[in-house]
Every structure is written in C-alpha cells, then in structure tokens.
C-alpha cells in the first residue's frame, strides 16, 4: 500500500456544484496533513492545514478522519477557477522535516 | 515579505552535462527541500537541508547532490544528466522549530534534457 494515496481522478463537475475528494494514508501516528492546489506547470500552492479534527476556510473544507485514516476536501459551489490538481500531503510521523505526497486529483469545473 | 525564489526558470542541457539550481527559502525559514516532479506526477522527494547539513534523502541517485549556505539558501546539481531528469525541480522553504509545518514552494525550474 503507498503510503498517500489519491483518486487521481478527473473529476469533472459543473459550476456551483459540491466536489469531495479523499486523502488516504498508511501511517496511523501522522499528525499534520495538507492540501496544496497546483495550476498547470506551476507550483503547488497550500490551500489548508490539518493539524487536529478539521479546518475550514470559505468553500474550503477538510476534514481529518483518524479511524479510517483519511483526510478529505470539500469544495462548494464550484468556480471555473477551482480547476486545478489538488495534492494531498501527510507530515511523516518518523521525520518531523519531511512530507509525503500523493499522486493528486485532477478537478475539472465546467461552465 | 519576499517568498520562496528559484533561478534559472527554465534550462536546456544535454545528456552527460552538469546543471546547478538555486533556490532562496522564503524570508524567516531555515529549512530547504528539493522535488523533481515529472508532468502529471506528484512532487517526488529528493532531499532535505536544515542547518547547512542534508538531513534526509529520498530515492535519488548520488548524481543528485545538494548544499545549504549560511543564509539558508540552497542548490542542487546534478551530473551526468540523463533524458529522465527532465522534469520540473521544486523547491520548498520551511521553518522547523515549532508545531507548524507548512512548505512553501517556487515556482520551480522546468529542465529539459536533450
């Protein structure tokens, strides 16, 4: 099993739609996670930190399910400028420095 | 607040020659971490520095070496290129000591091999 693992989708979803996509990670001691957004052939940019249950930032929502070891990303009311590739990262629990990544999900908003 | 800079942006070279690239870490942080990522792939780890020292290192051949400088500014080269190293080198700057982890990236320097 990797140890981050993403749909890698695409989805593709009309505006003003509702998008999840879910993070899953072997590591049941990791502690920190987070969700960049990467546009075509530019760098990835951080979207959120998850440190403890969840977080939420406008139509941005993750969400931290320990149990199950995922974490996911909620998107509501979808704008044509939410598409983007969004990867998953997980703060790996033996090396506090260094961040495993998953493959990403591809997200297409149409109009 | 200047964020994370990488030069050059874009490089050509061709197999079996030496490239360097630099990256200054966004001001206030003295961690730098270099990934090559390949199109349509996630970012791959390639190492680490903090403290001028490499502290962690993913599954990359030894052609791929790196420095930090007192300032906390960093390079990697790498030798004997092949067509595969053709990818896009991100580096990201962060700040170790406390709770938080957030990386930073560049806007990354897009290699092409020929």
């Known amino acids: 099993r990797k140890e981050v693992e993403q749909d890698p989708g695409p989805f593709n979803v009309p505006e003003g739609a509702t998008v999840a996509f879910n993070c899953t990670y072997s590591n049941s001691a990791s502690q920190s996670f987070f969700w960049y957004r990467q546009d075509c052939r530019k760098e990835p940019k951080l979207l959120m930190s998850?440190?403890?249950?969840?977080n939420e930032d406008g139509r941005f929502t993750a969400q931290l399910n320990r149990a199950s070891q995922y974490i996911s990303l909620l998107i509501r009311d979808s704008k044509l400028s939410d598409s983007a590739t969004y990867l998953c990262?997980?703060?790996?629990?033996?090396?506090?420095?260094?961040?495993?990544w998953g493959l990403g999900t591809s997200l297409a908003v149409n109009p | 607040d200047a964020g994370v800079t990488q030069s050059p942006t874009h490089l050509i070279k061709t197999r079996g020659q030496q490239v360097t690239l630099r990256c200054s870490p966004k001001?206030?942080?003295?961690?730098v971490s270099w990934y090559q990522q390949a199109l349509g792939q996630g970012p791959q780890f390639i190492f680490q520095y903090y403290e001028e020292e490499e502290r962690q290192r993913g599954n990359f051949p030894d052609r791929f070496s790196g420095h930090q400088f007192p300032n906390y500014s960093s390079e990697l080269n790498v030798n004997a290129l092949l067509l595969g190293d053709s990818a896009l080198y991100l580096c990201a700057s962060s700040l170790t000591s406390g709770n938080r982890y957030e990386q930073y990236f560049g806007p990354g320097t897009r290699l092409t091999v020929t």
């Open positions: 001001s206030g942080h003295d961690t």
């Open positions: 990262a997980v703060r790996d629990a033996g090396n506090n420095r260094k961040l495993i």
């Open positions: 998850v440190y403890s249950s969840g």
